[in-house]
């Protein structure tokens, strides 16, 4: 039974590993490039596969990610985002708290539960700033709508992903790789005070990497900025 048991257990594993939209290879840099609405490079990003386990069932790993902004003063920064699989559905998570605990020059190592959930009521975090990837949708397939606030600073930010749908498979090539990926559409309002923007994302993702594609559109159709993957390096 207990070698039943392992063998099944390593089925899990093997199908989690296949269904996955993201890298569990240790120590992987994924590299990209952000670029503005007329093409030209606004900042790179460097993500880091960390964190690789296996638990109740699932796969998990964090990308830790530096950003480095072009042309600016005190031009970086650091976001983490953990992605977790349980064999069919993939769940992303950027932690918004991260970076703003990284800003105050606290050590990135004591970063655990305790510390975010400091952040969490430091910056008044509620809401929901998960998406999932269900392996095998189809075109049409709508995803679910999401809310989540934060204080700025002084500032108070609200963000509503909403209208969300896969728009079925294609291939992206760009000088990282070819890769098939699932491609989704949804709306994003971004409320500061008063303010309020909308904007139309596209993303691409694919399995065992994660983004590879990402076009950022104004409502009325306009490109305002767009991300590619453009090396993957094995360490």
Not at 39 to 53: D, K
Request: charged fraction near 25%; charge should be positive; aromatic fraction near 10%.
């Amino acid at each position: 039974m207990k070698k039943l048991f392992m063998i099944l257990s390593a089925l899990f594993v093997c199908h989690a590993m296949q269904a996955q939209y993201f890298c569990t290879t240790p120590n992987t840099e994924l590299h990209y490039v952000n670029y503005d609405g007329a093409g030209q490079s606004v900042s790179n990003v460097t993500a880091s596969v960390q964190n690789i386990e296996q638990k109740n069932g699932e796969v998990i790993a964090d990308y830790l990610c530096k950003i480095v902004t072009n042309k600016a003063k005190g031009n970086t920064s650091y976001s983490l985002i953990r992605w977790t699989c349980d064999g069919d559905k993939t769940i992303c998570e950027e932690d918004l708290l991260y970076g703003v605990y990284i800003d105050k020059d606290m050590d990135p190592s004591k970063y655990d539960a305790a510390a975010r959930m400091k952040m969490m009521d430091e910056l008044k975090y509620k809401g929901d700033n998960t998406f999932t990837l269900v392996d095998g949708s189809q075109a049409g397939t709508a995803l679910p709508d999401r809310y989540y606030k934060l204080l700025d600073g002084l500032v108070k930010k609200e963000y509503t992903i909403s209208g969300g749908s896969y728009m079925g498979r294609e291939t992206v090539s760009t000088t990282g790789g070819k890769y098939n990926c699932i491609k989704i559409s949804y709306l994003k309002r971004t409320k500061v005070v008063l303010k309020k923007t909308d904007q139309r994302i596209v993303e691409w993702y694919a399995k065992g990497v994660g983004l590879v594609k990402s076009e950022t559109y104004n409502m009325k159709g306009d490109l305002d900025g767009k991300t590619l993957l453009v090396k993957v390096v094995h360490n």
